[in-house]
């Protein structure tokens, strides 16, 4: 969640000056802060903290205008992955690529996903080196391998989950 309206933070009635600019209808001053001006980030972190200071670390954390709520809801905690199963089936069943242009489509699948596939880079990295602009179009052994490999780590009996750092 992101906090928008930096235009609660009121400016300071000898600050309102320093704000003006101009218009072809004449000069005009700005009563409320705006992004970009100095301090307003810290400011507005400031203003979050206040407001939330009972929730803060409890409820919700946040840095400067984002805002993040904790909860307790077991798909959260578990960090399970919302990977569809009928994408997941349309990786599994994904032909060899014929060409750079196939396999390009196929990692971008599959990057997508970069979560829930361990050692990810790993396994793609035969595949990766294929995708130069300068590479020649090579499918080894090694290849194959490594796509049948990234293929398989997408079987629905495996559950898919996010890495939880806690």
Not at 75 to 91: N, V, Y
Not at 107 to 126: C, D, F, K, T, W
Not at 132 to 141: A, I, L, M, Q
């Amino acid at each position: 969640m992101t906090v928008s309206d930096q235009d609660e933070i009121v400016n300071a009635d000898e600050d309102v000056k320093k704000t003006a600019f101009s218009t072809p209808n004449g000069i005009l001053y700005l009563l409320v802060a705006q992004q970009g001006d100095r301090n307003s980030t810290a400011t507005l972190h400031r203003l979050v903290s206040f407001a939330f200071v009972r929730l803060y670390n409890r409820k919700i954390k946040h840095y400067a205008d984002d805002l993040w709520p904790i909860s307790n809801t077991k798909k959260i905690r578990l960090g399970e992955s919302s990977m569809q199963p009928e994408k997941a089936a349309g990786i599994r069943a994904t032909p060899a690529p014929k060409n750079k242009k196939d396999l390009q489509r196929f990692l971008g699948a599959v990057g997508y996903n970069h979560r829930s596939i361990p050692h990810l880079a790993e396994l793609a990295a035969p595949l990766d080196a294929l995708t130069g602009v300068n590479s020649p179009w090579r499918w080894s052994r090694a290849c194959s391998d490594a796509f049948e490999t990234i293929k398989a780590a997408f079987d629905d009996s495996a559950k898919l989950t996010c890495c939880n750092k806690d």
